[in-house]
């Protein structure tokens, strides 16, 4: 069954700006933080912003003052708002949901940022 859904991505020039959205099926998302990780092509995984259900946020200091991520625990949604974007940020961009039994992940959207 589908547990974590995205949507948001695609091709956008350098300077540009994309809004990633991620919602959470069931009650996975209940309680835990949820986060945004990306892979690039012969890169490994890395994490990218995670927020609590607080809403305490941590993020990559590559991408501290261009993205913010916010969620609504009502709506069981994480997005992840994408501001001045750099080739650099082109990645298959994945929603995370770690839970006590399991870590969930989404299955990923392309995010491609050209000069």
């Known amino acids: 069954q589908v547990q974590l859904v995205e949507s948001g991505g695609g091709l956008v020039q350098a300077g540009g700006s994309l809004r990633l959205s991620c919602t959470a099926s069931?009650?996975?998302?209940?309680?835990?933080?949820m986060g945004w990780y990306r892979q690039a092509p012969g890169k490994q995984r890395e994490l990218v912003a995670t927020?609590?259900?607080?809403?305490?946020?941590n993020y990559a200091d590559s991408v501290k003052g261009r993205f913010t991520i916010s969620r609504d625990n009502a709506k069981n949604t994480v997005d992840l708002q994408m501001n001045t974007l750099k080739r650099e940020d082109t990645a298959v961009y994945y929603c995370?949901?770690?839970?006590?039994?399991?870590?969930?992940w989404g299955q990923g959207t392309q995010v491609t940022v050209s000069s």
């Open positions: 995370n949901v770690p839970t006590l039994f399991y870590n969930y």
């Open positions: 069931g009650s996975i998302a209940n309680g835990n933080t």
């Open positions: 927020i609590t259900t607080g809403g305490m946020t």
